[in-house]
C-alpha cells in the first residue's frame, strides 16, 4: 500500500463542500488509525498523559494533543482554512511557500492531510513542538511517512519564545493550542510572540479569536444546548492581526505590553429575563469562511460563569481582562444587585 496515496485518499473527505457527519466520522477514524499505527507507540501511557507546565500556560500532554483530531468539525474546518490560505498565497506567485507550524502535536494533524497535495518544492514547512515526547513520535511520523525528501524543518521548542529567521519569514502561521474561552494554554502568548516578528502580510490561521460575555436561555438542559439557546452580548476579546495592530501604537509598543484593555460590560434587569446564566461564548474564524461557531466544537463550548438569580432589580455589571499567566484567561468581576 501508498500511505502517502491512503493518506490523500482517506483525508478528501476534509476537503468535500458538503459536510456530511457520518462521512467526517469514519474518515476521521481511518486517519487515525493508520497515524496510531505507523507512530508505534502506545500514548495511555504515563508520559504520554503528562501536561507541561510552562511560564505562558500549559501545553498539552502527548495522548491528550492526539485526541484533539476526534473533535471532527474543528479538524476540518483548520484543514480546510489552511488549503485556502495556502491557495491564496500561490496566487502571490511566490517561488516557495513557507508554513509555519506552532504545536504540531504527535502527528500534525492539521497539515498532513495537506502536505502530500502539493509539490515538493511548493511548499517548505517549519513544525514546532515543545513536548519532547511528542515531539519523538513526530520525527518518527515523519520519517515513516517517507517525508525526508521535503522541504520540512524539525525544532523541538517553545513557541511562546521561538525566534523566527529573519531572513526566512513564514507567509502562513498555524497554531491550535487554545481551550475554550482561551483558558489554561498558550495559544495568545504564541500568537502575539509570532506577530511581533513578521510583516502584516502573513496570514495567521486561526485568522480571529473571539470572546463574548452572553446568556444562554433558561431551563435548558445541558445536553441538548445548541447555538440557538445562546446569545451574545459583548465582545470582550479579540486575538487576531488585525486587532492586535489597530491601535495608534507600533507593534512593538502594542506586543511590548502584552496586556489586554479591561473591559467593563453593563447588562440591565430587563435584557436577563428568559435566561439563567452568564456564560463566555467562544467564536473562530479559521481562514475566511471557514468558522468554527458557538458549541461546534469542544473549543467553542460555552463556559457559564454565573447563575443567574430570578428578579433581579438591577444591572450586572462584569469587569474583564484577558491575563497570560501560567495560567492564561479572562478573568472577571461581577457584581450582582443586592
Ligand atoms: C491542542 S494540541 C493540538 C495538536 C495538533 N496541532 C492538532 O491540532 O490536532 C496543542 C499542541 O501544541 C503543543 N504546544 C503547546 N504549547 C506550545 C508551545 N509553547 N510551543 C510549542 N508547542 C506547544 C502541545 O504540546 C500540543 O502538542
Known sequence: MDIQKEIIRITSEYFEDTLDFQKLSNASKVF???????????????????????????????????????????????????????????????????????????FATLILPIIFRYLKEDIKYT?????????KILQN?????????FD???????????KIDSKNQPDIIISETMQNA????????????????????????PEKIELYLGLKKEGIATETLQKKHFIKVQKVL????????????????????????????????????????????????????EKIGVNDSGLTTPICIQNIPEHLKDSVIIDTQYQISSEPKLEYKITLPN
Open 238 to 289: 479579540d486575538v487576531s492581526k488585525a486587532s492586535v495592530f489597530s491601535q495608534n501604537q507600533s507593534k512593538t509598543e502594542a506586543l511590548g505590553q502584552k496586556s489586554f484593555s479591561k473591559m467593563k460590560t453593563v447588562i440591565e434587569s430587563e435584557k436577563l429575563k428568559g435566561f439563567d446564566q452568564l456564560v463566555i461564548i467562544t467564536e473562530i474564524q479559521v481562514y475566511k469562511d
Open 152 to 162: 520540512i524543518d524539525l525544532i523541538n521548542s517553545d513557541a511562546t519564545k521561538f
Open 141 to 149: 511520523i515523519i520519517s515513516k511517512l517517507e517525508l525526508e525528501d
Open 127 to 135: 513544525l514546532l513542538e515543545v513536548n519532547p515526547f511528542t515531539f
Open 182 to 205: 482561551l483558558a489554561k494554554e498558550q495559544q495568545v502568548p504564541i500568537f502575539l510572540n509570532l506577530m511581533e516578528q513578521v510583516t502584516f502580510d502573513t496570514i495567521f490561521i
Open 32 to 106: 487515525k488509525s493508520i497515524l496510531n499505527t505507523i507512530c508505534e507507540q502506545d500514548l495511555d501511557v504515563e508520559e504520554g498523559k503528562k501536561d507541561i507546565a510552562l511560564s505562558n500556560g500549559k501545553a498539552l500532554g502527548t495522548f491528550w494533543a492526539a485526541l484533539c483530531l476526534d473533535d471532527l468539525l474543528r479538524t476540518r474546518q483548520f484543514i480546510r482554512g489552511i488549503n485556502k490560505a495556502i491557495e491564496d498565497k500561490r496566487k502571490e506567485d511566490k517561488k516557495q511557500i513557507h508554513i509555519l507550524y506552532a504545536g504540531t502535536g504527535p
